[in-house]
């Protein structure tokens, strides 16, 4: 699976940004796709993932209430959809997927496969 992000850029706090992951192979139906982000000098840290056929999400506590992952199997496309942005969501986003499987959905180690990343900065 080869994935592609996008949509990011540079919104003002209480902002809303759209971010979308193209993927491209046979095996996207059968994938549980995450966002994660990653601040300089921090690690990469969960943000929503959503399971293969779309029946269950999970959510940072941080992002509850501000953020809804989906997809749309027939595009091969994820989504992160972001409102009330802070400063502190300024990170380098990116879209991930595994192959199904029932590991938590927030464990970033079980992603294998990971696209380049899109720059969300979000000024005060």
């Known amino acids: 699976v080869q994935l592609q992000a996008s949509g990011g850029g540079l919104v003002q706090a209480g902002g809303s940004l759209r971010l979308s992951c193209a993927a491209s192979g046979r095996t996207f139906s059968n994938s549980d796709m995450g966002w994660f982000r990653q601040a300089p000098g921090k690690e990469r840290d969960f943000v929503a993932a959503i399971n293969w056929s779309g029946s269950s999400t999970d959510y940072a506590d941080s992002m509850k209430g501000r953020v809804t992952i989906s997809r749309d199997n027939a595009k091969a496309a994820a989504y992160l959809q972001m409102n009330s942005l802070k400063p502190e969501d300024t990170a380098v986003y990116y879209c991930?997927?595994?192959?199904?499987?029932?590991?938590?959905?927030?464990?970033?180690?079980?992603?294998?496969?990971w696209g380049q990343g899109t720059q969300v900065t979000v000024s005060s």
């Open positions: 991930a997927a595994r192959f199904k499987n029932r590991l938590s959905l927030r464990a970033v180690g079980t992603f294998n496969y």
